[in-house]
């Protein structure tokens, strides 16, 4: 397959990123590793006029403490990050989703940044052109091109629905909101920060709340006592989550003071699960059991990714237990192959 | 012998991790041009029109083709037809070519591709098997035998019902083994090129070059002598590259109407498209046993869903059956086979071709047999092995068989009889057995030529070169050439060049399908290399004044037995044959005994010899979510004699792993959109990230047992490794999963959602398993009657009817198998 052509503009500061999205308009392109937008180019779900690229942003780049949190350039490489010893133990989830996102070859240039604002996607979404054009398009790109996609069409996961359920799949979003990490957005215009979870929208299309003429420079992440990320898929390397269970938690002796659990992959945004109910005493096996159900009612996972829906409904269970359970203490041999899994593939 | 047995570096292995092979895709002349096709969006539709004239006008388009320009069909059996280099007035899958634009660059193809404008009227939908047998109009092919069924098939040998009335146990069971996809990691390319003179030629990554020949020859009307087909390494085939394709015979087209070189590069979902993988089966097996479990009689039913076109569909029917009966004795047995059309890339051969369906069911339903009477299931299985040198009641004639040491190296390895049935829950063990072909006994098109021929050529700079039809696919049947003429006249492999898969330079070998080519081509290099050391040797007695029984060659050296010291270097002595004989030229062929089968289809698993594997696998699975982990592998294979063990344990380890892809996750999966709202029907996901196919990650150990009992019919005793490894990996996978947490999937690939679903069964009281509960009507007609050797038959049908005669056959195409 081969990509129609474009213009090329590569960005030298973020000042100059930030106007040349400004200028380019609906049909220009943010481009940082690439791996996402390259793929979807050549498949025609993309056409775009302009591609910026972020790579020699040099801005973009920089990890470094800030104040109690770390700062993190959008440009970072997942690999580097996954990596970087500055991540401490409370960083555990960022390290673990930064080091489990596709293969060792695509995290050697795919960016924080990128994964962060990576489009939703879905079995009917990411194919050609000519694969799309057998099932009639979908409402995610009705003529067959998303961007700047006029309305209509279908949505094949669920018809009749007024909306698209294309799942967000970045490993690093939930991890990152499961630390409370916040965002900061620039354009031409000026910055703005806000909590990582609000960068995030319910909906296949328009999944993120950044404005067209915004670009994400860093995040700033705080870190937990103690956070972890647990991955599903089918095998050990290249395939996007179709779970993710990102938990971060703060103890007093043994009683939880602060709780954060995000699921990934099983909407069109990262899930925020309301924690209360664990908060103000030990992570017991009931309030484990109690809070997972709670968790599993609120997956909602289609028939749009692999593996069938109500198996990953009961995996989210599984791995809201485990996750926990792995926060308390646990001795991981006695999670189960599943968690076995997570520590054979992750590194420390 | 100093080179065979031995483990050593393939001589196209340097090559090929430097990364200096050329694959077709590697290839480019001057004035090169490219084509790109446009295939249907539709499944099913009649073709009205292709309006070209835009697409023609583009900038960069030489030449736009539609189906006009191709009347002549196609396909790789005779009996099947069916294929047109571009779409006649029909269309019949998602993907099925209908037009080429040829350009100069492939942007210009791809983007004037966008441009043409057909115009279809949609038919009916067909989906699956099932489908097939409940829409029979309208017909995907007038030719079908009835309905959609391409195709029925059916024997008896031996009065199976009467068995069947009389047994102490029935066991009766349904199964059904998915499509799968053969994913090499090449991609197919073509390069047709007009020579100077007229002539042309076709680089392709084939596997089956004179296959290609033939088919050129047909669709392009043209003498097979004006046209040369070089099969490029392959970078992988395991079947996926055995038909002739579409895309081969539009750039030859495409070259002659140009005059230019003309190129063609699949994408991955093309390659999809192209497809020929293993067939979906629904599967009935009913088989009688004695209080023991020792088998009386087997009735087994196969349904195949064939996709869109005939392939080698027919012979995949035959292959759901034919080789049953190999492994244990089977005194009477009954089998009945259809496969349908349906509006899905074509199904063909896949590693194990026709198989690993029949033969996980067999697998699986002999665990079954074991649990529910008590026995062991390696037991039950080392008490009814086939018996060496004999045939078995369908007239397959087995050679050596080195099964029952298979089965001891694995049972020992993995301590099977220690731990099987007594793990803890959540871990289990699971055994199966296998055997296949060392070579179909028949080519595809009739006739009673060599299945393979390989010539010497020597001269008096000491240098061999080996010609021979056959194809490089990656399983090492260079190294095989080289290995078996060096061993013979005593110089090193890496002396030897190899010149392969060149129809106009070597001669014709069939092509690398069936597990044919070492024991076919291996007999054919023995006898060309035992000629050319006659004539070496004739000359370097007469000037060594010795007799020609103590000459030794070895160390590049021909030498006195008795005096090592005596003797000339290999160049020298090529020196003297030339000088005593003249140009030094040699051939060798060879071509697979006749059959004892003499009923009609029972052209279809005969071979020189077969190859035996069995397996261990130890699995782990989580009881809750079913996940499954295969933790380690232990494989004893029968080779007969390893020619190069290091490549041996290649073929098994990769066919350990390929088994599992088909076992864990792999599936040719189709979307049908709600009929109400659209008749789109397509793969679910043509893509290498969304078909998921294991990685490095999901490969367990594997422990490698290679069983040696040389076989007379094989060369120095080798059989073949390239399939049978595979097959017991599915049903082992499934044994385990019972071993594990007491639950069937009779399905493939066994996946986490299903062993759930058989769990939640269970905790309902319900029967413990997943998988299809029945076996649809199929209407199946008379089978044909052959009574079993020990029953008095000659290996004829009794109630054969004479042939139809088939005017529109010319004799040397008539259908095979017979
Ligand atoms: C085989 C394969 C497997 C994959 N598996 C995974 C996986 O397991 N988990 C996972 O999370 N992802 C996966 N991915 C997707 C992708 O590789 C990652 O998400 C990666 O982190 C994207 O980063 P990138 O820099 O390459 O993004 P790009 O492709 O460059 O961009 C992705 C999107 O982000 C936008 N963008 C990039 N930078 C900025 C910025 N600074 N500000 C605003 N917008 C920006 C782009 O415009 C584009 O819309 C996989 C991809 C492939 C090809």
Redesign the pocket.
Known sequence: MRAPSFRWHAATSLAD?ARALAAGGPRA????????????IKRRQ?VPELLIS?RQVAE?GRLEPHGASLRIG??V??GALAADDRLGVGHTALRR?AG????PH??N???????????TRCNYYNQSLEWRRAVDYCMKAPAGVALAAPAGGTCWVAPGSPRCWAVS?????PALIALGASVT?VSAEGQRTLPLADLYRDDGMTW?T?RPD????WVDVPAAARSTYW?L?RRGS????VLGVAAAVELAGDVVTAARVVLGAVASHPVVVPTESLLGRPLGDDAIAAFAELATRLAKPLDNTDYQLGWRKRVTRAYVVGALRELRGDDPALLGVLARRQAALIPA | MNIIGKPRRRVDGRAKVTGQTRFADDLTLPRMLWCRLLRSHLPHARVDGVDTAAAAAARGVKLVLTGADFPIPYGILPVSQDEHALAQERVRFVGDPVAAVIATSEEAAQAAVQLLAPRYTPLTTISDAHDALATPAPQLHTYAEVGNLHKRVGFEFGDVDASFASAPHVFDDSFFYQGNTHLPIEQHATLAAVDGDGKLTVWSSTQTPHYLHRALAKALAMPAAHIRVIATPNGGGFGGKSDPFHHEIVVAGAALRTGRPVKICLSREEVFYCHRGRHPVDMRLRTATDACGKILAMDLETLLDGGAYGSYGVASTFYTGALQTVTYEIPRYRFRGARAFTNKPPCGPKRGHGTPQPRFAQEVQLDKIAVALGRNPADLRLEQLCKPNSLTANYMRVGTIGLGRCIDAVVEGSRFRERWGKLPRGRGLGIACSSYLCGAGLPIYWNKLPHSGVQLKLDRSGGVTAFCGATEIGQGSDDVLAGLVAEVLGIDPFDIRVVTGDTDLGPVDLGSYSSRVTLMMGNAALEAAGRARELIASAVAAELQLPVARLGFAERRVFDLEEPTRGLSFADAVIAAETRHGTLGTVGSYRPPDSAARYKGGGVGPSPAYSYSAAVIEVEVCPDTGWLDVTQVWIGHDIGRSLNPASVRGQVEGSVYMGLGEALMEESAFRRLPPKRSDALVHKFPS??EYKSPTTREMPPCTTYLIEDPDPQGPLGAKEVGQGPLLPIMPAVANAVFDAVGVRVDEVPITPEKIVRALEEAARGRPARVGPTGFPDVGWPEPLRVAPPWEGGDGKAANETPRRPRPDKDAKDKQVPR
């Open positions: 990123a392109l943010l481009l940082g590793g690439g791996t996402d937008v390259v793929p979807a993309y972020l973009l959008a440009g490489r997942l989703a489990v996102v596709a293969s695509i995290r240039v795919a960016t924080l940044g990128g994964n962060l604002c990576l489009d799949q970045t490993d690093c979003a957005l993120l950044r915004e670009l994400l420079a991955k898929r290249f395939d996007f989550p | 290498l990230l």
